[in-house]
């Protein structure tokens, strides 16, 4: 699959979702975006946005496996990734996987849950396979995880740790959607929701060879060095106890080849870097306890990192 054909198929992608999830086509981009450069996605949002609905949108859009995890308090490790089962008739013990074996996992209000039985999901979303009883078992491809989460005030929360946060390729926010297209979804559910009736856009080997071409796209090593800045700015930043990671460089890198990939360009722009980059970097740094106080604090800081570095001139 060539570039132009995946941005052909990704537009039809981001369209079918937006039948459901309406006035959010940035969010579903970023989220397509994801999906293509074999990534996580994490939704926070307040309940009630339409997280899930955005998380079963693309699983609906895509032909291939779906799996939901709800995340609640007694949930095990084994729950989730799972376990051996005596069987009485052939007195052997045999294997029963988890839901965390499929194309699309949803791991829905994931802070719901102890750290524990969270980082079971972390060698499955880093390495793409799961070790039990000794025995290493490989992830599906594509093998996509995507969760959501309340924001950590709320009741009956678990914050992520840093290393998991650290797994998920971008964070997005969905947000209140305006009063036009919030009526445009009280109507349109009137009789019925729009998601009963979604259609696969694509096939699950669509998926995987998209992945491989997003790896095509070429980014000039003046936009690498741009990246640089970025991410070395919230290192020096007086304002975060911890900047973006070096897995966030790349991750910056990456996406943003997905991002132009999805348009239907060979070629990445600055202006693709600063559409991911929020959404990148925002969950993988950490703001400095003076500054928690008020709504989005790292957003706020990285919006004026953003500011500050120059734009790079390509050509």
Known sequence: ????????????????????????????????????????????????????MLAKSIAKSVDGTFKRIQFTPDLLPSDIT??????????????????VFGNIVLADEINRTTPRTQSALLEAMDERQ???????????EPFFVIATQNPVEYHGTYPLPEGQLDRFLMSINLGYPDAADEKSVVISQQSSHPIE?????????????????????????????????????????????????PRGTLALVHTAQGYAAIKGRKFVLPDDI??????????????????????????????RILDEVPVPVVR
């Not at 079918?16 to 996605?41: D, F, M, P, W």
């Open 130 to 140: 799961v070790t039990i009883d000794g025995v290493t078992r490989p992830m599906p």
């Open 1 to 52: 699959m060539n570039i132009e054909a995946v941005g052909k198929s990704a537009a039809k992608l981001v369209d079918n979702i937006e039948t459901v999830i309406k006035g959010k086509r940035q969010a579903v981009e970023l989220s397509v975006a994801a999906l293509l450069c074999r990534g996580h996605l994490l939704i926070e949002d307040v309940p009630g946005v339409g997280k899930t």
């Open 82 to 99: 799972g376990t051996s089962l005596f069987n009485q008739k052939t007195g052997d013990f045999e294997w029963q996987p988890g839901p």
């Open 274 to 303: 600063k559409t991911v980059a929020m959404a990148v970097l925002a969950h993988r740094v950490f703001v400095k306890p003076r500054l928690k106080t008020g709504e989005a604090p790292a957003r706020k800081i990285i919006a």
């Open 197 to 245: 009736t979604l259609k696969p856009v694509m096939h699950a080997d669509e998926i995987v060879e998209a992945q491989t071409a997003v790896k095509t796209v070429s980014i000039d090593e003046t936009l690498i060095d741009y990246v640089l800045k970025i991410t070395d700015a919230t290192r020096r930043s007086d304002d975060f106890v911890l900047g973006a990671s």
